[in-house]
């Protein structure tokens, strides 16, 4: 009996044992490959530490790691993106001069935003994982204000402001956005060396636009996923675009509806064809879109009519700016009752392929999407990742920008089989 007692202690205690062994941290493993680091946070290029996780980093590759089941797009960073790679991929705004000199993204050159980046995918889609840091949320895009200087209804500008002496004296009104370009069946010339790179095109003139984007000959296309927090945001979707051989500018959307519209008509004042509101909502402050349920519900009111002064007429009412405060512009801001620039709606079609949520922290965004691994799109405008083979890519960042971007490019897809 005694000897039976001794053994079921031992028992318990090597147990024990056991139990403290598995759940202590994990022996560390050798370091990753060329640019990406191993259990040790060491890679194999120079040896020198880089950031450790459970799952490991890379600054190169993103590693989709296979799931059964994804993780709900909520913009909540759960439990399955627990296990999945970072891929570590800081962008930096570049500075693409005009052939005259001018500094095409003025304002923002040098810009850098701490980025990181996760995939998961299973049997019919692909999930992604953005966060991005960014001091300030953006959405305030070309802003309807009254310019009481000119009794004329004017919009806020996409671009910074600058005196002559090259000081920003006013900022940009515009969104925050995120962008990746995949190649389409492997069709452009150099992407596997060059990424994004391969389809830009800098050194243009003005009327050209400065910077561009376009493939280098016909049957070569760039998929170009474009989340805008003002514009796509609200109904959850990227604006899913491509990118051809069409010059100076080959920027296309994909087939269906796209998820927005500038709200913005032609009126006559009496003596001329001015530009004013499409829709406004009666007493709200600081917004930045009109839906289109807002519109079918009346919400939303259509402005119909505009006099020499400014004043604008809606069913059930008029709007007089030079009484009504509010409507100017007040120090940074466009005032409370700025109108906004578009009313928005989901996209569909190819359009629509992509679902996304993001949401801004204080501090920077966590952008949470997925897309079929093949839309069957028979227009050649989708990348289709079925094949599970490796794709090179490029991502971008804008920071209250139309057009400046940070970019970080030279990164590849990878599949966890």
Known sequence: ??????????????????????????????????????????????????????????????????????????????????????????????DPLGDDGTQVFQGYVGQTQESTLRALYDDEYIYFLAEWKDEKKSTTRDTWYFDSATSLWAQESRWPLFDVNGVKIRDAFYEDKYAILWDVDNSTDNWSAQTCFASCHTGLTEPEGYARHFTAAAGQTVDMWHWKQARTSFYGQFDDQNQNETQPN??????GQGGYTNNAQTLNNGTADVSVPLYFIPGREYYNWITIDEINSGEAKLITGVDATGIL?????????????????????????????????????????????????????????????????????????????????????????????????????????
């Open 1 to 94: 009996m005694k000897n039976l007692k001794l053994m079921s202690f031992l028992m318990i205690i090597a147990t024990s044992v056991m139990f403290i062994q598995c759940t202590s941290d994990i022996i560390p493993g050798p370091p990753g490959a060329n640019g990406i680091d191993g259990q040790d946070g060491q890679d194999g290029q120079d040896g020198q530490d880089g950031v450790s996780t459970g799952a490991g980093t890379s600054t190169t590759d993103l590693l989709a790691k296979k799931v059964f089941t994804g993780p709900l797009i909520d913009g909540v960073i759960d439990v399955a993106w627990a296990d999945a790679q970072i891929l570590i991929a800081p962008t930096e705004v570049l």
């Open 250 to 255: 080959g920027r296309h959307s994909d087939d």
């Open 313 to 417: 007429t809606y069913a059930g009412g008029t709007i007089d700016p030079n009484t009504e405060a509010g409507y100017e512009r007040d120090g940074a801001t466009s005032g409370k009752f700025g109108m906004p620039s578009v009313w928005v709606r989901p996209s569909n079609g190819s359009r629509g392929d992509i679902t996304a949520i993001g949401v801004y922290t204080g501090s920077s965004w966590i952008l949470e999407f997925k897309r079929k691994l093949s839309t069957g799109d028979i227009t050649g405008a989708d990348v289709d990742f079925s094949s599970l083979q490796d794709f090179p890519f490029g991502i971008a960042t804008f920071n209250n920008a139309a057009i400046a971007h940070g970019t970080k490019a030279f990164l590849t897809l990878k599949f966890e089989e």
